[in-house]
């Protein structure tokens, strides 16, 4: 997408583009988290207006169960299941928003063989392509994260054919501890100017700091 050479802030305020800084914006997600899929369209949209590329790393969170509330409920039972009750509304929410759909249920899911096609992906330049299309299919209910014949095609679609699993778990392990040892444990998070950020909710911050901080702090 052409700016012309300039991006906008949300506030209507025009900001020169950065010419000859080596920025990026580097993405922590996992396919079953709908946090990581609420955050990749606002991203890529900032990632376009500035012109500074995105980078998403695949980073495997743990398989969630789910539970229900019995008979004899106890308080902190409750209190968890009432978090969990808004926390799924509150994306629902934000999807409509964005006109995403999530109908999937990522309880006990295992996302591993998806995370394995993002870093096929992205050695053959189409990562963004493809986690666009998994997220897409997967939060519709149209396919599995552990489905090889959906990903394999997928990625043939975006460009990545030939995709071969087996060389990629010892990659998804090492990039998982890289990852930690900059101080990522969770998803959505970002890696923007050496600094980590958790959730969508910080893209103000980060595109001012892709800004050269040349506005006023967004708080």
């Known amino acids: 997408m052409d700016f012309g050479g300039e991006a906008w802030f949300e506030t209507g305020h025009r ?11 580097r993405l922590a997600i996992d396919f079953k988290n709908a946090l990581s899929w609420l955050s990749l369209g606002p991203t890529r949209n900032m990632s376009e207006e500035l012109g500074v590329p995105l980078e998403l790393l ?3 969170t743990e398989v969630s169960v789910l539970t229900e509330a019995g008979e004899e409920e106890t308080v902190a039972e409750r209190h968890a299941r009432v978090r969990a009750e808004y926390y799924a509304d509150d994306l629902k929410r934000y999807a409509k928003l964005q006109n995403l759909e999530l109908v999937a249920d990522s309880h006990g899911v295992d996302s591993t063989m998806a995370l394995l096609g993002l870093l096929w992906g992205n050695q053959k330049g189409v990562g963004l392509d493809y986690a666009h299309s998994v997220f897409s299919r997967f939060w519709s209910d149209s396919m599995g994260l552990d489905d090889v014949q959906s990903i394999g095609e997928i ?15 010892e990659e998804l392990n090492t990039v998982r501890e890289t990852l930690e040892a900059e101080g990522v444990f969770s998803v959505p998070m970002y890696l923007v100017e050496g600094q980590v950020f958790q959730g969508r909710e910080h893209l103000p911050m980060i595109r001012w700091l892709l800004a050269g901080e040349r506005e006023s702090v967004p708080i």
């Not at 990625?155 to 995709?163: C, E, I, K, V, Y």
Request: glycine residues 14%; charged residues 5%.
């Open 58 to 60: 695949p980073y495997q």
């Open 155 to 169: 990625l043939t679609l975006s460009g990545a054919p030939g995709f071969e699993p087996g060389a990629m778990h």
């Open 15 to 25: 900001i020169s583009a950065l010419p000859g800084d080596n920025h990026v914006i």
